[in-house]
C-alpha cells in the first residue's frame, strides 16, 4: 500500500474517465495529458483506495515533469473491488488483471491525444505479476515495464516470456519482495535491472523514499518511451 503523504504542488491536469470492458462494466481512472507527451504510462491498481492516495499523485507527478501521459486506474470495477474486499482473491487474479492491462492499453491508443505514443506499464504488489503477464503477452504493444514493491513471482512462467526491459524497485529494507524480486528476475532473459530504495520498507513510507520512486520510474520511462 503507498503511504498517504502531502502531495507535491504541481500543475498536472486530470480528467476522471471511463474505460469499458464490457457491455455494461467499465473502470475508473484519471488521465493526465501533458502538451507534447513523449509516451504514456498506464498506472494500474487492484485497490481503488489507492488511485486516490497523495502517493500515487506523486509518482504521477514525477511522470508528468517528464512530459509522460499517465492514466490512473482502478484494474477491479465497483463490483469485483467489493468482492475483493470480502475474499481477496480478485487482487491475485493475473489473468483478469492483465487483460484489464491490455484492454486500457487499447482503449487508450484509439484516444487522438494518445495515438502513436510508446506505452509503459507502472504497478505495485499484486499488480506488478499482471503487469509482467501483460508484457509477456503484448510485446509489441507495450514497451517497459516498472514494479514498486511487486510480487514479480505471481507472473509464473511469463517471466521467460517477457522480452522488454523492466525496473524493479525495491525497498532496502523489504527483505521478503527482494528475494522474490532476485529469483523472478534469474528466470528473465530481458534487460531486468533492481533498484534498491536504502532503508525503505515495503510502503515506501519513510522520509523521502516515494521520491525516489518517482525519480528512478520517471527517468526509467523518459529514457525508454521516446517515439521510434
Same mark, same amino acid.
Given at each position: ?52 492516495? =497523495? !502517493?500515487?499523485? @506523486?509518482? $504521477?507527478? #514525477?511522470?508528468?515533469? %517528464?512530459?509522460?501521459? &499517465? *492514466? /490512473? ?54 499488480? =506488478? !505479476?499482471?503487469? @509482467?503477464? $501483460?508484457? #509477456?503477452?503484448?510485446? %509489441?504493444?507495450?514497451? &517497459? *515495464? /516498472? ?82
Amino acid at each position: 500500500m503507498l503511504i498517504h503523504m502531502q502531495p507535491a504542488s504541481t500543475t498536472r491536469q486530470t480528467r476522471p474517465v471511463s474505460i469499458p470492458i464490457g457491455a455494461q462494466a467499465s473502470l475508473a481512472g484519471d488521465l493526465a495529458v501533458p502538451p507534447t507527451p513523449r509516451g504514456l504510462v498506464i498506472f494500474g491498481h487492484p485497490d481503488a483506495t489507492e488511485r486516490l492516495t =497523495a !502517493g500515487t499523485r @506523486l509518482l $504521477a507527478d #514525477a511522470l508528468d515533469q %517528464r512530459d509522460i501521459a &499517465t *492514466v /490512473v486506474v482502478d484494474l477491479l470495477t465497483e463490483a469485483e473491488e467489493a468482492i475483493d474486499q470480502r475474499t481477496g482473491k480478485l487482487r491475485f487474479d493475473m489473468a483478469l488483471l492483465a487483460t484489464r492491462l491490455t484492454t486500457i492499453c487499447s482503449w487508450a491508443q484509439r484516444l487522438a491525444a494518445l495515438r502513436g505514443l510508446p506505452v509503459g506499464l507502472l504497478c505495485g504488489h499484486t499488480a =506488478a !505479476g499482471a503487469a @509482467l503477464v $501483460a508484457a #509477456a503477452q503484448q510485446p %509489441r504493444a507495450l514497451r &517497459t *515495464v /516498472v514494479s514498486f514493491s511487486g510480487r514479480a513471482d505471481l507472473a509464473g512462467s511469463a517471466l521467460r516470456r517477457v522480452m522488454m526491459p523492466t525496473l524493479f524497485i525495491v525497498g532496502g529494507r523489504d527483505a521478503q519482495t527482494a528475494a522474490l524480486t532476485s529469483r523472478a528476475v534469474h528466470e528473465m532473459h530481458n534487460d531486468a535491472r533492481v533498484e534498491v530504495v536504502p532503508d525503505a520498507q515495503h510502503a515506501f513510507g519513510e522520509p523521502g523514499a516515494l521520491y525516489q520512486v518517482g525519480r528512478l520510474s520517471s527517468d526509467w520511462f523518459a529514457e525508454r518511451l521516446e517515439r521510434p
